[in-house]
């Protein structure tokens, strides 16, 4: 694939979308943002392809959307991009996205790896909402679903003083999965990718998609929600494999039907 803001690149069951432009700390600008989301809405489609992971370079996975780029715009003018909007395409894609982080995931960087399904990070990793120091605040979903993961106290913290977290910190407040030292979190990431890839596909679309809806439903609407997915796997080819070689003590082999 060609592009200029990101490279992909694609392996056994899994591919990594990665940042490219280190000379900013990978500044989300709104061509490397409508890169990315092109490019998970392509990989979203390719069979071959089961998970991806999104992810920066070691000293930065992003450091926020480009200030530049929005510094004389006026309200309409932002009204009007509607810049972020495009983030809310993510939100559709049904393969697992995995963030690789290492270095700074600031602002939109930040909320960009929320906007992942999990996020694997090195142990120099620092994250942070710091919009408020530059006279604004988050805008891509910082305020929600920061405070979704970490709670109200410690979102309020980050929000109102724009204060960087370390990976630890990250981990210890529920914002990521784990941290590894910094040569090894890419791998580890791609370990987590190749373990989705190999699950039956159709369950992982169905998991997904029910573990998101967590956070825009009531339990009520949601137990409706993973119930009807459960019961609609039994119709997939992989449901009557996998209950099958789990009694005849064998390896399933996922059609991905
Ligand atoms: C544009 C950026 C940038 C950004 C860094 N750079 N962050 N350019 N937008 N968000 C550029 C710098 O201008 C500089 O370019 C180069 O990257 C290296 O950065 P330095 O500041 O020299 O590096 P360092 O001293 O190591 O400091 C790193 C840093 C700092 C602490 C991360 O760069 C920083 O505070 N960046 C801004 C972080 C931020 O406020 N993010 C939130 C943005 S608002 P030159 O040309 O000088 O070499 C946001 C809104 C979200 O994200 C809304 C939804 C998307």
Same mark, same amino acid.
């Given at each position: 694939?060609?592009?200029?803001?990101?490279?992909?690149?694609?392996?056994?069951?899994?591919?990594? *979308?990665?940042?490219?432009?280190?000379?900013?700390?990978?500044?989300?600008?709104?061509?490397?943002?409508?890169?990315?989301?092109?490019? !998970?809405?392509?990989?979203?489609?390719?069979?071959? *392809?089961?998970?991806? =992971?999104?992810?920066?370079? %070691?000293?930065?996975?992003?450091?926020?959307?480009?200030?530049?780029?929005?510094?004389?715009?006026?309200?309409?003018?932002? +009204?009007?991009?509607?810049?972020?909007?495009?983030?809310?395409? =993510?939100?559709?894609?049904?393969?697992?996205? =995995?963030?690789?982080? $290492?270095?700074?995931?600031?602002?939109?960087?930040? &909320?960009?790896?929320?906007?992942?399904?999990?996020?694997?990070? $090195?142990?120099?990793?620092?994250?942070?909402?710091? %919009? =408020?120091?530059?006279?604004?605040?988050?805008?891509?979903?910082?305020?929600?679903? +920061?405070?979704?993961?970490?709670?109200? *106290?410690?979102?309020? %913290?980050?929000?109102?003083?724009?204060?960087?977290? $370390?990976?630890?910190?990250? !981990?210890?407040?529920? +914002?990521?999965?784990?941290?590894?030292?910094?040569?090894?979190?890419?791998? &580890?990431?791609?370990?987590?990718?190749?373990?989705?890839? $190999?699950?039956?596909?159709?369950?992982?679309? !169905?998991?997904?998609?029910?573990?998101?809806?967590?956070?825009?439903?009531?339990? &009520?609407?949601? +137990?409706?929600? %993973?119930?009807?997915?459960?019961?609609?796997?039994?119709?997939?080819?992989?449901?009557?494999?996998?209950?099958?070689?789990?009694?005849?003590?064998?390896?399933?082999?996922?059609?991905?039907?």
């Amino acid at each position: 694939m060609s592009s200029t803001h990101i490279i992909v690149t694609k392996q056994h069951g899994y591919a990594i *979308v990665q940042f490219n432009r280190p000379d900013v700390l990978n500044a989300l600008n709104m061509k490397l943002m409508e890169e990315v989301v092109g490019a !998970l809405e392509s990989l979203d489609k390719e069979q071959d *392809v089961r998970c991806v =992971i999104l992810t920066g370079n %070691e000293k930065a996975f992003a450091a926020g959307a480009d200030i530049k780029e929005m510094a004389d715009a006026s309200a309409i003018e932002m +009204l009007t991009r509607d810049q972020f909007a495009r983030w809310d395409r =993510i939100r559709k894609i049904k393969k697992p996205i =995995i963030a690789a982080v $290492s270095g700074f995931a600031l602002g939109g960087g930040c &909320e960009l790896a929320m906007s992942c399904d999990m996020v694997v990070a $090195s142990e120099n990793a620092k994250f942070g909402q710091p %919009e =408020i120091n530059i006279g604004v605040m988050p805008g891509a979903g910082g305020t929600q679903r +920061l405070t979704r993961a970490v709670g109200k *106290v410690k979102a309020m %913290e980050m929000v109102l003083t724009g204060r960087m977290i $370390s990976a630890e910190e990250a !981990l210890r407040w529920g +914002l990521i999965n784990k941290v590894v030292p910094v040569e090894y979190y890419l791998e &580890e990431a791609k370990n987590w990718a190749r373990e989705i890839a $190999s699950k039956p596909p159709v369950a992982v679309r !169905l998991a997904k998609e029910s573990v998101l809806k967590a956070f825009d439903t009531t339990i &009520e609407g949601g +137990l409706e929600f %993973e119930r009807k997915n459960f019961y609609l796997l039994f119709a997939s080819d992989d449901q009557k494999e996998g209950m099958k070689a789990f009694g005849e003590k064998r390896k399933p082999e996922w059609k991905g039907k």
